[in-house]
Nanobody
Framework: QVQLVESGGGLVQAGGSLRLSCAAS????????IGWFRQAPGKERKFVAAISWNGGSTYYADSVKGRFTISRDNAKNTVSLQMNSLKPDDTAVYYC?????????????????WGQGTQVTVSS
Protein backbone atom coordinates (compact mmCIF):
# COMPACT_ATOMS: atom_id res chain seq x y z
CA GLN A 1 0.00 0.00 0.00
CA VAL A 2 1.02 3.56 -0.72
CA GLN A 3 -0.75 6.42 1.00
CA LEU A 4 -0.76 9.76 -0.79
CA VAL A 5 -1.71 13.14 0.61
CA GLU A 6 -1.95 16.25 -1.53
CA SER A 7 -1.54 19.78 -0.25
CA GLY A 8 -0.99 23.30 -1.53
CA GLY A 9 -4.27 23.98 -3.26
CA GLY A 10 -6.16 27.22 -2.86
CA LEU A 11 -7.63 30.27 -4.53
CA VAL A 12 -5.45 32.31 -6.87
CA GLN A 13 -6.02 34.96 -9.49
CA ALA A 14 -5.42 34.28 -13.15
CA GLY A 15 -1.75 34.61 -13.95
CA GLY A 16 -0.72 33.55 -10.47
CA SER A 17 1.13 30.50 -9.24
CA LEU A 18 0.60 27.60 -6.87
CA ARG A 19 2.79 24.73 -5.81
CA LEU A 20 1.10 21.42 -5.05
CA SER A 21 2.78 18.73 -3.02
CA CYS A 22 2.11 15.02 -2.82
CA ALA A 23 3.48 13.29 0.28
CA ALA A 24 3.77 9.52 0.23
CA SER A 25 4.05 6.89 2.91
CA UNK A 26 3.99 3.14 2.93
CA UNK A 27 5.90 1.09 0.40
CA UNK A 28 9.13 2.29 -1.15
CA UNK A 29 8.21 5.55 -2.81
CA UNK A 30 11.03 5.42 -5.32
CA UNK A 31 9.54 2.29 -6.87
CA UNK A 32 6.60 4.25 -8.23
CA UNK A 33 5.98 6.64 -11.04
CA ILE A 34 3.79 9.51 -9.89
CA GLY A 35 1.13 11.30 -11.86
CA TRP A 36 -0.99 14.35 -11.32
CA PHE A 37 -4.56 14.40 -12.59
CA ARG A 38 -7.37 16.90 -12.28
CA GLN A 39 -11.12 16.84 -12.35
CA ALA A 40 -13.29 19.86 -12.96
CA PRO A 41 -16.94 19.87 -11.88
CA GLY A 42 -19.05 17.72 -14.18
CA LYS A 43 -16.03 16.56 -16.19
CA GLU A 44 -13.87 13.47 -16.38
CA ARG A 45 -10.63 13.17 -14.48
CA LYS A 46 -7.76 14.02 -16.83
CA PHE A 47 -4.02 13.59 -16.95
CA VAL A 48 -1.91 16.64 -16.10
CA ALA A 49 1.68 15.50 -15.59
CA ALA A 50 3.74 12.48 -14.62
CA ILE A 51 7.28 11.68 -13.54
CA SER A 52 9.23 8.44 -13.65
CA TRP A 53 10.50 6.66 -10.54
CA ASN A 54 13.89 8.38 -10.66
CA GLY A 55 12.74 11.71 -12.04
CA GLY A 56 14.52 11.08 -15.30
CA SER A 57 11.41 11.37 -17.46
CA THR A 58 8.53 13.79 -17.26
CA TYR A 59 5.34 14.08 -19.27
CA TYR A 60 2.77 16.84 -19.55
CA ALA A 61 -0.65 17.36 -21.01
CA ASP A 62 -0.55 19.83 -23.89
CA SER A 63 -2.78 22.18 -21.95
CA VAL A 64 -0.18 22.69 -19.21
CA LYS A 65 3.07 22.27 -21.10
CA GLY A 66 5.36 25.23 -20.49
CA ARG A 67 3.38 26.37 -17.45
CA PHE A 68 3.53 23.41 -15.05
CA THR A 69 6.61 21.58 -13.80
CA ILE A 70 6.61 18.24 -12.01
CA SER A 71 9.50 17.18 -9.80
CA ARG A 72 10.22 14.65 -7.07
CA ASP A 73 12.46 14.20 -4.06
CA ASN A 74 12.73 10.51 -3.25
CA ALA A 75 14.67 11.24 -0.07
CA LYS A 76 11.64 13.16 1.23
CA ASN A 77 8.99 10.96 -0.41
CA THR A 78 7.40 13.92 -2.12
CA VAL A 79 6.38 15.00 -5.59
CA SER A 80 5.66 18.62 -6.42
CA LEU A 81 3.70 20.29 -9.17
CA GLN A 82 4.69 23.90 -9.75
CA MET A 83 1.88 25.68 -11.56
CA ASN A 84 2.57 29.06 -13.14
CA SER A 85 0.52 31.37 -15.35
CA LEU A 86 -2.66 29.81 -14.03
CA LYS A 87 -5.88 30.18 -15.97
CA PRO A 88 -9.52 29.84 -14.92
CA ASP A 89 -9.61 26.61 -16.98
CA ASP A 90 -7.09 25.14 -14.54
CA THR A 91 -9.75 25.17 -11.82
CA ALA A 92 -10.26 21.61 -10.61
CA VAL A 93 -9.56 19.13 -7.87
CA TYR A 94 -6.00 17.92 -8.33
CA TYR A 95 -5.06 14.35 -7.46
CA CYS A 96 -1.71 12.64 -7.26
CA UNK A 97 -1.47 8.95 -8.01
CA UNK A 98 1.19 6.24 -7.89
CA UNK A 99 1.87 3.64 -10.55
CA UNK A 100 4.05 0.55 -10.11
CA UNK A 101 4.56 0.33 -13.86
CA UNK A 102 8.09 0.84 -15.16
CA UNK A 103 6.60 2.72 -18.08
CA UNK A 104 5.11 6.10 -17.21
CA UNK A 105 1.48 6.19 -18.26
CA UNK A 106 -0.97 9.01 -18.85
CA UNK A 107 -4.05 6.85 -18.42
CA UNK A 108 -5.90 6.64 -15.13
CA UNK A 109 -6.09 2.86 -15.17
CA UNK A 110 -2.32 2.51 -14.86
CA UNK A 111 -2.32 4.09 -11.43
CA UNK A 112 -2.78 1.92 -8.37
CA UNK A 113 -3.02 4.39 -5.53
CA TRP A 114 -4.70 7.78 -5.30
CA GLY A 115 -4.79 10.67 -2.89
CA GLN A 116 -7.92 12.47 -1.78
CA GLY A 117 -7.28 15.55 -3.88
CA THR A 118 -6.75 19.25 -3.30
CA GLN A 119 -8.91 22.04 -4.71
CA VAL A 120 -7.39 24.63 -7.01
CA THR A 121 -9.54 27.60 -7.95
CA VAL A 122 -8.35 30.24 -10.40
CA SER A 123 -10.39 33.41 -10.56
CA SER A 124 -10.56 35.61 -13.63
Amino acid sequence: QVQLVESGGGLVQAGGSLRLSCAASGRTFSNYAIGWFRQAPGKERKFVAAISWNGGSTYYADSVKGRFTISRDNAKNTVSLQMNSLKPDDTAVYYCAASASVIVHTGLNAYDYWGQGTQVTVSS
